[in-house]
């Protein structure tokens, strides 16, 4: 583990985050959502001023708490964490956004009312804090596991993680396999996923949905709703990034902490994100393959880490550098269908 664990300089901060997010969640439920309704572009960017405002509070906390008393050797190991927790934040969001374009998906596939996105993305949500606290804490353990004994490999004495290197080989791989995929999903049976076929192993579905229940009553028989079944399948879609975003993650740092508050704050941020996008998304056509250079730059840091370390600031600045990029070449540049897809709304 590294020499400066946030864990071991502030453990209350772990019940700070913890209390943070409880509270925002039952504000979010419970208060401002009490009552199922269709997000309008106005609150979504409520929401997502409000999330990534909190996000950017707790990275000056986390250089706060590292910069411990003052002296340059202290604000320098503040300084590398704070850009670690930004790099991890940043990296998350913008992989997330794949997130987006696989909801607009699945959502049409059910052809899920409007007014019930919010409480399915909120559910998924819920599910991805448990999943990424598991696969983060437990991923940093066989990090610590996997490492070789020290070796020199071109005159350099290196020690070679055989996790690390996995994750790097499998960046790569993903990266180039995202640029090529295309709209590969557009025709996807979303009925048959292993989120589907799980519900619907322990219960009848009904054909069609009632409210915003889960459950419903039919000719004396308890079934689950569309709506139970969409839930599912957001969820293992969320898995199912998470096995590349989670990776990613781990060649910026190997605390377990800021990996997860960053990770969680960029996961609460997205279902707002995605009432804010929903309707543009099509506009940043060129987003995804920005993503897939994304995968394949992390892989290549982790790859070549033990003998050259690419710092947390040029981490950010490359990643920042190739979303601005992407956007503005999608804007710039948009794709020919989207320009058909106008004329015929027109």
């Known amino acids: 583990m590294e020499q ?16 943070t997010v409880v509270i925002m969640l039952l504000l979010d439920l419970g208060v401002f959502n009490k009552k199922s309704h269709e ?21 000056g906390v986390v250089y706060w708490v590292f910069n411990t008393d003052g002296t340059a050797g202290s604000h320098a190991v503040a300084v590398e ?8 934040y940043w990296i998350e ?25 919010h409480k399915v993305l909120f559910w998924g949500i819920i599910g991805a804090l448990i999943f990424r606290a598991i696969f983060i804490f437990a991923g940093v353990e066989l990090i610590e596991l996997t490492y070789l004994p020290e070796m020199n490999i071109f005159g350099h004495a290196v020690k070679i993680n055989v996790v690390m290197t996995l994750f790097g080989l499998f960046l790569i791989y993903a990266g180039i396999k995202s640029w090529g995929d295309g ?9 048959d996923t292993a989120g589907a076929k799980l519900i619907k192993s322990f219960w009848k579905v009904s054909d069609n949905y009632d409210g915003d229940k889960f459950f419903t009553v039919q000719n004396g028989i308890r079934m689950a709703t569309p709506l139970l079944v969409v839930v ?8 199912l990034f998470a096995v590349d975003s989670i990776p990613a993650i781990f060649a910026i740092s190997n605390d377990p902490f800021i990996l997860y508050t960053s990770n969680i704050f960029a996961i609460l941020g997205l279902r707002s994100l995605y009432f804010l996008l929903a309707n543009f998304i099509h506009m940043f056509s060129k987003l995804p393959y920005g993503l897939a250079i994304i995968l394949a730059f992390i892989g290549v840091k982790m790859l070549i880490a033990p003998w050259y370390h690419i710092s947390s600031p040029i981490s950010l600045g490359i990643v920042g550098g ?11 540049f948009p794709d020919k269908k989207d320009d058909e897809k106008e004329q015929l709304d027109s």
């Open 4 to 19: 400066h664990n946030i864990l071991d300089l502030h453990p209350g901060l772990v019940w700070g985050f913890a209390v």
């Open 39 to 59: 997000v309008s572009s106005k609150e979504a960017t409520i929401w997502s001023v409000v999330w990534i405002s909190l996000s950017m509070v707790f990275s």
């Open 232 to 239: 599912a399948v957001i969820e293992f879609t969320d898995v």
């Open 322 to 332: 190739v979303l601005v990029i992407s956007v503005l070449l999608s804007i710039m």
């Open 81 to 88: 964490k704070f850009t670690q927790y930004q790099a991890a």
């Open 93 to 117: 969001k913008a992989l997330s956004v794949d997130n987006l374009f696989v909801f607009i998906l699945v959502f049409g596939f059910f052809k899920v009312p409007k007014f019930l996105h």
């Open 183 to 191: 709209d590969g999903d557009d025709d996807e049976d979303y009925s």
